[in-house]
Every structure is written in structure tokens, then in C-alpha cells.
């Protein structure tokens, strides 16, 4: 038993009278139960039959938890024991009146002796407590009628705990920049694609980062002795403020002062415009998605993306990787794909050591050191190769094309072109699939029609049932055809801006092997011979073939 609310315990035994203390320094009952204050009564002469309602008799061990209580006082007089016991933290005071007799006397006066001995500090209101109590325990004692509710201790003095102060802390507005949190996102199946990490955190110009908030003080308390008890205060938090970061003093809130990447290194927030990614981009980073521009010191492996509002820098080599700029792409190791993956589109230049079975869209020039081969590009500038080799695959740059060497000596196919006709770009391509999807509705509606297209007389020899499908079918020919009309003069009008910086020239320094596919313009022509350099390609409109001026 280890409760207030358990001290006191009725039960039928022997009647043996004793009460006491034995030992040195600990109280310890009469049959050596250490750690407990025990006190045994003779109450044989209480009327059994007015025992508590379990009908025990009103006699056995009644005991003070050491464990968990400190005895200030407990003293035999006068047929009784006054106990005073406080609990380990001095927060609650009790008085436990227990008759070691039947015939026990009781006085006010001796009971406030005991506690102004202690030192407890009890209110007025506690003194009406005990004594209501004495009260009631003279007219059990008058009847001798005792219940077990007049022999429980009576709580006569409460504390007031301290209430220790709260640290101080940060309100994130974004998503706190903790490089350790994994930020993966399942998808719509409850699937988690490996790849995206979502590490980088993006923000706006004037973005809210973070607030700091202040501690707040503790609170003392005070014990049963009206000894004051302290409390901690909180402790600060502090953040710094690195580049890219401005503070607002009043209200100690953080703002982006530049687009870019939020950093939190040695308690310090920072935003840089440009993300750096000092070792590879693999399953260690994920995919990126930035709004500035993004520098990889090592490569970019298998199957990962970058996407950035500004450049992209690889340092590295760049393998199957997907690239999506809205400036330069540069990789300085070079880039190679295989099996449809592996693509780049730019606003910008693209530079690159070598390109291998890639595709790209590239707004701006490419530059390309030692070699293209089997690539798919689509280039608004001009294909720059001077030093290196253009081999297979189709090469499209409506700002033309300059190579020291293109296709190779055993005839493989190398297409290149430079005409608007030919160039497409990301618009282009989605009204592209527009108008093949439109495209095949249209000759579906058409093989149900069949006859009715070539001569609509017939459809007067059609009966009213029939009439009102076939109708209904035509109209929706008629439909789908405006709808095609409408979607290639959009296309039309998406490339009209390019149709002005279009050249009418490739340029090879060294050699055209056989196999090389040229079409400038309107102009083609298909190379069966080794054509030496230096020499200039440009069309013959008159007879629609490609004319050679040497250099």
C-alpha cells in the first residue's frame, strides 16, 4: 500500500495491542518492517457490528510509505498517535490522528502545538478542517460508532509547484531544413519513388523563413514551510542570418531577400540562388527541382532529373539523365543515354564534352567537343562541333551547323537539317500529338461514313431513321475538321518566331562521308562520295539540291 488514499487498512486478525519504534534514524515497527511507520491498535472494544461496510473488524496495520513520505511528527499521548508526514516533495502536508485506545482523548490545542512545531504553514481554512474532524471523531467516540473515513489523514497544507520556463523556439514557415528528414512523397497508390528526395526547399523573393521566439520566464512555487521553491527560466535559441537573408527586429521573422535554395548549417539560415551538390546525384540527393541554377561537382547517374529555373553545371559525366533548364545545360564530362532515356531541354546553350544516343530541344546554341553520335537535336541556334565528329542520328539547327568531320566511312545514315519545316519544340510537339489524335478520329468518322462523303445525294435515299445517325456523323466530320485547320495554323503561328533567325549553311573543315543526308531549306541532297574539306553547304533552289563551295 502505497496511497493516501490506502493508509489506513481494516482487517480481522488478532488483537494484539502495540504501537512504537525500534532502530536508530528509521522508523520501523513492532514486528521490524522496515521503511514504514506502523502502528497497531487494540480496538476489540469498538462494537464489531459498526465496522466499515466490508464488515471487517476495525483492527490491523495502518502505515506511512517512507518510500514516498517524510514523517515530521508522530508522538503518542493521551489514548492517540498525531502523525505529520509530508510527501517526498514537500508539496502536500498531512495530520493522521489514530487512536491507539478506545478511550482517546483529543484537544485543538494540542494538535496546533504539533504543527507549529513542524513549521508548517496552514491556513485558517485547514484549522476549520481539523477540527471538524475532532469533532466528529468525539460524538464516533460518544456513540461508538467509528467509520474508517474518521481515521484517514487529513490534508492541511498544499504547495504550489514551480512551473519551469519553455526554451525558446523557431516557427517555420517552409519546411524546416533539416538535411537528416526524409521528405518522400507516396503517390496516388501509396508507391514512394526513391528518386524524389524533395531536399531542396525553393523559395520566393520575401518569403517568410522563420520566427524566433523568445523563452519564457519559470514561475516559483512554494513548499508546505512557505519556502519559496525556483523555477528555470527557458533557455534562448538562437539562428543566424547568413547571405541571402534579411531579419525583420520587431517581430524577429526571417525573409528570403533572393529567389533560391533555403540552407541550414551551424545554426545559421541562408538562401542561395545557386544549389551545389558536392558529390554525385544519385540515391544520396534524388531528383532536383530548383528554381535558380544547380552545379553538381560529380556526375549525374542512371535515371535521375534536374530541373532548374536557371543553368545547370555538371561537372562530371551525365548518364540516362533527364535535364530540363531554363538557361545554359552544361556537362563537362559529357552526357550519354540508351533506350529512349536520356534527355535534355534548355532556354539556353547546351555544352557538353560528347553527346551519345541523346535527345535534346535546345533553345540556343549547342557546343560539342569531340563527338556527336546517334543523337536526336533539335537546335533554335547553331550546332557548333569544329574539332570533333558528327556521327548518325538527326541533327536539326535552324542556325546551321559547323563540324570538323561528319557521318563515317562505312555509310551510316547521318541526317541533317536546317529548316524550320523540320524544327519542333516543346509547344510544337503537344499540338503535334493534338493533331495526330485528331487525325485518327478523323479517319475513323471517315471509313463510317465511306459513300456518303464522296456524294451526299445519296443520303436522299437514306430512310428518316437512318438519315438523322448518318447526319449526325457528318457534323462531327465537319467539326473535327476545324478543329485540325485550327490546331496547324497554331502550330504555324508557334514556329513564325523562328523563321527569322533560320541559316542556309553547314560548314565541315575536314570531311562528308557517304550516307550523309543534307536538307537545307526546300533543299536535299543525299552524299554517295567522300566530299573533302574545308567546304560550305548551301541550297540550289533552282534545282533543289545542295550546292558545295569550298572554303
Not at 487498512?9 to 528509521?26: K, M, R, V
Request: hydrophobic share 40%.
Amino acid at each position: 500500500m502505497t496511497s493516501i488514499g490506502r493508509l489506513l487498512d481494516w482487517h480481522t486478525g488478532n488483537t494484539d495491542c502495540c504501537a512504537g519504534f525500534s532502530g536508530s534514524g528509521g522508523l520501523i515497527g513492532p514486528r521490524g518492517q522496515a521503511g514504514k511507520l506502523i502502528v497497531a491498535a487494540d480496538t476489540n472494544k469498538l462494537k464489531p457490528n459498526e465496522a466499515p461496510a466490508d464488515n471487517a473488524q476495525p483492527h490491523g496495520l495502518n502505515y506511512v510509505n517512507l518510500d514516498e513520505h517524510v514523517v515530521l511528527l508522530s508522538k503518542v499521548a493521551g489514548g492517540k498517535r498525531l502523525t505529520l508526514f509530508t510527501d517526498k516533495l514537500k508539496l502536500h502536508a498531512w495530520l493522521w490522528i489514530q487512536p491507539t485506545s478506545p478511550y482517546f482523548e483529543l484537544g485543538y490545542v494540542e494538535i496546533e502545538e504539533a504543527i507549529r512545531t513542524t513549521g508548517l504553514a496552514v491556513t485558517g481554512d485547514s484549522m476549520m478542517k481539523i477540527n471538524a474532524r475532532l469533532e466528529l471523531l468525539r460524538e464516533q467516540q460518544q456513540t461508538g460508532q467509528f467509520t474508517q473515513e474518521s481515521f484517514r489523514p487529513i490534508e492541511i497544507a498544499t504547495g504550489k509547484p514551480s512551473v519551469d520556463g519553455q526554451d525558446g523556439w523557431f516557427e517555420w514557415f517552409i519546411e524546416e531544413p533539416d538535411p537528416e528528414k526524409l521528405r518522400f512523397v507516396p503517390d496516388a497508390q501509396g508507391r514512394i519513388n526513391f528518386r524524389e528526395m524533395n531536399i531542396v526547399i525553393n523559395v520566393n523573393v520575401d518569403d517568410p523563413l522563420v520566427r524566433v521566439h523568445e523563452p519564457t520566464r519559470g514561475e516559483p512555487g512554494s513548499d508546505v514551510f512557505g519556502n519559496a521553491i525556483p523555477a528555470k527560466n527557458g533557455e534562448k535559441k538562437r539562428i543566424g542570418k547568413g547571405k541571402g537573408v534579411r531579419i525583420d527586429e520587431e517581430t524577429q521573422t526571417m525573409y528570403a531577400e533572393t529567389a533560391g535554395h533555403v540552407e541550414y548549417k551551424n545554426q545559421s539560415i541562408a538562401v542561395s540562388p545557386v544549389y551545389i551538390v558536392e558529390g554525385s546525384v544519385d540515391f544520396n540527393v534524388g531528383n532536383i527541382n530548383f528554381r535558380g541554377s544547380v552545379e553538381v561537382r560529380k556526375d549525374v547517374t542512371d535515371g535521375f532529373s534536374i530541373r532548374a529555373d536557371q543553368n545547370i553545371l555538371v561537372e562530371g559525366i551525365a548518364s540516362q539523365a533527364m535535364f530540363f533548364a531554363g538557361g545554359d545545360v552544361e556537362v563537362r564530362g559529357g552526357a550519354t543515354a540508351s533506350h529512349g532515356r536520356g534527355f535534355i531541354e534548355c532556354k539556353g546553350r547546351l555544352l557538353s564534352k560528347y553527346l551519345v544516343n541523346v535527345k535534346a530541344d535546345v533553345a540556343g546554341d549547342i557546343l560539342v567537343d569531340t563527338q556527336i553520335v546517334n543523337c536526336e537535336l533539335s537546335c533554335a541556334g547553331r550546332v557548333f562541333i569544329p574539332q570533333g565528329k558528327l556521327l548518325g542520328g538527326v541533327t536539326i539547327a535552324l542556325g546551321g551547323i559547323e563540324a570538323n568531320e561528319i557521318g563515317a566511312e562505312l555509310g551510316t545514315r547521318t541526317q541533317l537539317i536546317v529548316s524550320v519545316d523540320h524544327f519542333a519544340t516543346a509547344e510544337t510537339r503537344a499540338i503535334d500529338a493534338e493533331i495526330s489524335a485528331c487525325e485518327k478520329r478523323l479517319a475513323k468518322i471517315e471509313s463510317m461514313l465511306g459513300p456518303y462523303i464522296r456524294d451526299r445525294s445519296l443520303l436522299n435515299e437514306l430512310p428518316p431513321s437512318k438519315m438523322e445517325s448518318i447526319l449526325a456523323q457528318i457534323k462531327e466530320l465537319d467539326e473535327v475538321q476545324r478543329q485540325l485547320a485550327r490546331m496547324q495554323e497554331d502550330r504555324t503561328r508557334a514556329l513564325e518566331p523562328y523563321r527569322s533567325v533560320v541559316s542556309d549553311e553547314i560548314i565541315i573543315h575536314k570531311r562528308i562521308h557517304p550516307g550523309v543526308d543534307v536538307r537545307i531549306d526546300n533543299s536535299r541532297q543525299v552524299f554517295a562520295e567522300h566530299i573533302d574539306g574545308p567546304v560550305k553547304l548551301k541550297p540550289n533552289y533552282a534545282r533543289g539540291t545542295i550546292a558545295i563551295h569550298p572554303l
